[in-house]
């Protein structure tokens, strides 16, 4: 009988799989199911992807705003308080002052204002105090002159002035300071009263431009008739 040679079946090793990503679970079928570390995974991905989306969002937002919002200057509290009360010092001085600035800074007449009220040509025609003080205004003039302060401030009674000015009606007089004040050395403000009496500002005669004689003859006509 042949020998039967025995044969020996070949052995095959398994090499261990490695995988780079982890095995997708199924249900059975074709169908993937989610597990917690996809979930976790996917959570983890899309985290940064929203809160990027939001920032991208809120930063749109805030710039147009601030194009929308015009923007204010920021004012100290401490400044305008400072200015505040700079003004009311300011204003309480300007009160304060005005009696005597009224009375030292006169409206001064140009002399081309000076020369159409006078009806007059040039300077040269204006030599004499009645040129300038008509009538009896150099009198009333006179009167104010002498009974005002050195401020120019002077109070008087209608009867008193023109018992000192030589003037006998009241039309009169109210003729004599209107000429006055048009001249610009008078002001006047009418106190009511029994005895209608007056307060009175008087601008110096040099605060008209005339020739130096007229304020000389002034003068002397104020030591002469004192």
Do not use: C
Not at 39 to 60: E, L, Y
Not at 78 to 100: F, G, I, M, Q, Y
Not at 125 to 153: C, F, N, Q
Not at 160 to 189: F, H, P, V
């Amino acid at each position: 009988m042949p020998n039967k040679k025995g044969t020996k079946k070949a052995s095959f090793s398994l090499a261990p799989i490695t995988l780079s990503e982890p095995i997708k679970t199924t249900d059975g079928f074709t169908n993937l199911v989610e597990t917690d570390v996809d979930r976790a995974n996917s959570t983890t991905d899309a985290a940064p992807k929203k809160n990027t989306a939001v920032k991208k969002r809120t930063a749109a937002k805030d710039e147009v705003s601030e194009l929308k919002t015009p923007t204010k200057p920021k004012i100290s509290v401490e400044k305008t308080a400072n200015h505040a009360s700079e003004k009311r010092v300011d204003d309480l001085t300007e009160t304060a002052d005005e009696p005597e600035n009224n009375a030292e800074t006169a409206h001064n007449l140009s002399e081309s204002e000076l020369l159409r009220i006078l009806d007059a040509d040039s300077i040269d025609e204006i030599y004499e105090l009645t040129d300038v003080l008509r009538a009896s205004s150099l009198k009333l003039y006179a009167a104010l002159r002498r009974i005002a302060d050195s401020r120019g401030r002077a109070r008087a009674k209608n009867h008193e002035l023109m018992s000192q000015a030589g003037i006998k009606g009241i039309a009169t007089l109210y003729k004599q300071e209107r000429w006055l004040m048009d001249l610009k050395l008078l002001e006047k403000k009418a106190k009511p009263g029994p005895h209608d009496g007056s307060s009175y500002v008087v601008f110096p005669l040099e605060s008209l431009p005339l020739p130096d004689e007229i304020y000389e003859k002034f003068q002397n006509y104020l030591s002469e008739t004192k």
